[in-house]
């Protein structure tokens, strides 16, 4: 019996009519390498559930009973991945012809390659910037929202269409091995949605691989959705909104935390703390208003 050569994983949270088209997108492409599909479900209500049992039988679904968040809804899937390699695909994903194949054939060209992403393009035929980033430093993050020059944070220095190495990819379509996955504890849960692909990224290059976007195939990313952006203000009471919105400027304050206080003086940290601080005011204040 053949190893079984991918796991794909899709964490799915009220995206049903999404996680239909995506799992079909991967129906189309089962012959391109040995793989099992697992939809790790974090509580949805609008019946994703029951639809991937009636419709997909054959993929694994796990049931949390709540919102976990991105990295622990995604870690559920850890001890059922049987896979050698580890596919991290969002549900607002259409997943085209020869992805799967190439991005695992690219992965396995050098054993240095601990991550690979492809092309992650947007419904508006613009490749999804955060596709390839650079680590948010404090020069970065002074550039990107301070002044408004995110050039660098999303590598708009290097054309698009080449292969090149970067320092992170995202969550969208994550490929990497289950080995290094293991290896760096997968997904840090400290995070609830937001910056947990940065500090994957981080823990994997420490292990000393290196990171790859390869733009020679691609994706459809209706981005968003997912995370319930797309949802009205009917749909989602103020607590929720609350909760998704400050979470990325959460995740800022625990990976500098985490990662990048050591590397710096003490007035640069507390400049960097204070700058998050009044983003945070500003994104609670324009959530409540709106």
Not at 10 to 36: P, Q, W, Y
Not at 119 to 146: A, E, Y
Request: with cysteine; aromatic share 10%.
């Amino acid at each position: 019996m053949n190893k079984l050569e991918l796991s794909i994983i899709i964490l799915s949270f009220n995206t049903k009519d999404l996680l239909r088209d995506c799992l079909n997108s991967l129906k189309k492409v089962k012959g391109e390498a040995l793989f099992e599909v697992i939809v790790a479900d974090n509580g949805s209500i609008d019946g994703s559930i029951e639809m991937v049992e009636s419709d997909f039988s054959n993929v694994k679904l796990i049931k949390n009973d709540d919102n976990l968040g991105f990295a622990k809804g995604n870690n559920a899937a850890r001890k059922v991945a049987m896979g050698k390699n580890i596919l991290f695909l969002n549900s607002d994903t259409v997943v085209y012809k020869n992805t799967i194949r190439e991005t695992i054939k690219y992965l396995n060209s050098n054993k240095n390659i601990g991550a690979v992403t492809c092309k992650t393009v947007l419904v508006n035929g613009k490749l999804d910037p955060d596709s390839r980033r650079r680590f948010p430093t404090p020069l970065i993050s002074f550039n990107r929202l301070i002044l408004g020059n995110g050039k660098l944070y999303w590598y708009r220095d290097v054309n698009e269409n080449l292969t090149h190495e970067v320092e992170v990819i995202q969550g969208a379509f994550f490929l990497t091995r289950k080995k290094i996955l293991d290896e760096v504890n997968w997904f840090s849960e400290e995070y609830f949605l937001d910056g947990e692909d940065i500090d994957l990224c981080w823990k994997i290059k420490e292990k000393g691989y290196k990171i790859y976007y390869f733009p020679k195939v691609s994706i459809l990313h209706l981005k968003g959705a997912s995370k319930g952006k797309n949802e009205t203000k009917k749909k989602v009471p103020l607590t929720s909104r609350l909760k998704f919105r400050m979470a990325s400027v959460n995740s800022m304050e625990i990976f500098y935390k985490k990662f990048l206080w050591k590397r710096y003086p003490l007035p640069i940290n507390l400049l960097v703390l204070t700058g998050i601080k009044l983003l945070k005011l500003g994104r609670f204040v324009r959530t409540i208003l709106h």
